[in-house]
């Protein structure tokens, strides 16, 4: 059999034909849902008509950010889960915010000067409001998050709610579900969500489906199924961390459910640092009703059964903190994590100190942190030195030039990666949860965080992050000016691909 030129001519023209009507349509599709982030639109042009058959696949995977799909989907059923919560007479949630509100501005006399912050935030994400009455627990690593958490469990009397990016099938995590499971055979209602990207692991090695298969009382759930034909479905993550207990105990902050945030169940280096709470008080309830709303989305299950008194008890003054619950994602507070890092970097008069393993924030909120530094506000970033996606520590180093130029400080946490998530503002309030400062946490994710005032737990914070800059090393701008060529080249590379880390 001879080969013929022709035929293959003929092939090829139709390959290379039918390749460019593909990225044609990708590309059509880009421009009619990116439209209003320039920038992010150019770039993915660029990849796809650059690398016509990678650059697609990766606008599939990457690029397809579902909120015309799954995030007006949640936003829909967001706004029928309101409308149904006012209508319960079981339960009515927002009276008791309104009372509660009221209450704040009365105590604290409204004091603009000390406080501008929490009517930049009311304006900014009108569904959210601070809640006093609360007391706010650091907790660091899995070594202190993970006991006080079994601790609550095993003496749950009614429900226990789990919501988390990752759960692993290791140690901790059949710790974790051994002990819910042990509370299902009582008779508490025990509910689960899971990532099914963040817990593929899990899900893959029927975790789940065993714990539900042994224990009726439990339901595990995943917040958005992952399909494997269809790649853009791993946009829109849960990023969410959240446990609460009765309605009276929530435990929040960025810990998921692995060995890795346990020194004694760790692989060597591979433990990871970071930071959780333990919230009572009235902001529990908001905390409830966040995962209730997503549980109802997941599920299915009709709002009726559990907007009850049961799962939303009446919670007494607890301690002194003012709790604003911001839960973020498209059809929730959309934008809101971006909407508070905006707050902080425009109402601080004395400094903003912010510590994120994946700190790859978009060219306005870099300059907005830049202008902030001008008008004299310190500036100090911390970020871990050993990064588990060495792309987005790639990333963020080619900010550091600039930032430090501005006047901002950059340490580096040397050690295990960190994972900590928290900003502190002029030793005044401080945010801490799920979100990192990233455009992935800005506008994709799902993201559960607070912001919190009181002296106590401002003091616990503010003592954490001395810690952690004492465990730092600064990067000064002879370091970034000693860079090899080749590694500016990648840096800048990676910086590339800042709006879709």
């Not at 829109?236 to 105990?249: A, I, P, Q, T, Y």
Request: with cysteine; glycine share 6%.
């Amino acid at each position: 059999m001879f080969f013929d030129l022709q035929d293959f001519e003929f092939y090829s023209a139709f390959l290379f034909c039918t390749v460019y009507a593909i990225d044609i349509v990708v590309a059509l599709h880009i421009i009619l849902n990116k439209y209003d982030e320039p920038e992010r639109t150019l770039l993915w042009l660029l990849v796809v008509f650059s690398f016509p058959v990678f650059g697609t696949l990766l606008y599939l995977f990457f690029g397809i950010n579902r909120r015309q799909t799954l995030g007006s989907r949640i936003e829909a059923f967001s706004r029928l889960l309101e409308t149904e919560k006012h209508d319960q007479s079981l339960v009515s949630v927002s009276d008791y915010y309104l009372h509660t509100q009221t209450h704040i501005f009365k105590t604290y006399g409204y004091n603009k000067k000390n406080f501008c912050f929490i009517s930049m935030l009311d304006r900014m994400l009108p569904d959210t409001c601070p809640l006093e009455g609360n007391k706010v627990e650091l907790l660091c690593d899995g070594d202190m998050a993970y006991p006080a958490m079994l601790e609550a469990i095993r003496s749950a009397k009614h429900s226990i709610h789990l919501q988390s990016y990752i759960i692993s099938n290791d140690s901790v995590g059949k710790m974790i579900f051994d002990a819910m499971a042990e509370r299902a055979a009582a008779g508490v209602k025990v509910r689960v969500i899971y990532d099914s990207i963040g817990s593929i692991e899990a899900m893959a090695g029927m975790f789940f489906r065993n714990y539900m298969k042994k224990n009726s009382g439990m339901k595990i759930v995943p917040f958005s199924n992952a399909n494997i034909l269809m790649p853009w479905r791993i946009q829109l993550r849960n990023h969410r961390k959240l446990l609460v207990v009765d309605g009276r105990s929530a435990f929040i902050g960025g810990i998921n459910i692995s060995n890795e945030n346990q020194r004694r169940f760790a692989r060597k280096g591979s433990d990871i640092h970071d930071l959780h709470c333990q919230v009572t008080g009235p902001a529990v309830g908001e905390l409830q009703f966040s995962f209730l709303r997503d549980w109802c989305f997941a599920s299915k299950e009709r709002p009726a059964k559990l907007f009850t008194h049961e799962n939303f008890p009446e919670i007494e003054v607890q301690g002194n903190e003012v709790v604003r619950v911001v839960p973020s994602g498209h059809g929730h507070c959309f934008e809101g994590t971006e909407s508070v890092f905006y707050t902080a970097v425009s109402t601080a008069q004395k400094y903003i100190w912010i510590m994120s393993p994946y700190f790859v924030p978009d060219k306005p909120f870099s300059k907005a942190l830049r202008t902030a530094a001008a008008r004299g506000v310190e500036i100090k970033i911390i970020v871990p030195r050993s990064n588990n996606l060495w792309y987005v520590r790639m990333a963020t180093c080619s900010l550091y030039k600039t930032l430090i130029t501005a006047g901002a400080r950059i340490f580096e946490k040397t050690g295990r990666f960190s994972h900590a998530k928290a900003m502190l503002v002029d030793g005044e309030w401080a945010y801490i949860g799920s979100s990192n400062c990233d455009v992935r946490s800005f506008r994709l994710n799902y993201e559960l965080d607070f912001t919190v005032t009181g002296d106590e737990f401002i003091s616990d914070l503010r003592d954490q992050f001395i810690n952690e800059i004492n465990d730092s090393e600064e990067v000064t701008m002879l370091d970034t000016m000693s860079y090899s060529i080749l590694r500016q080249i990648v840096q800048n590379l990676c910086s590339l691909l800042t709006p879709i880390l």
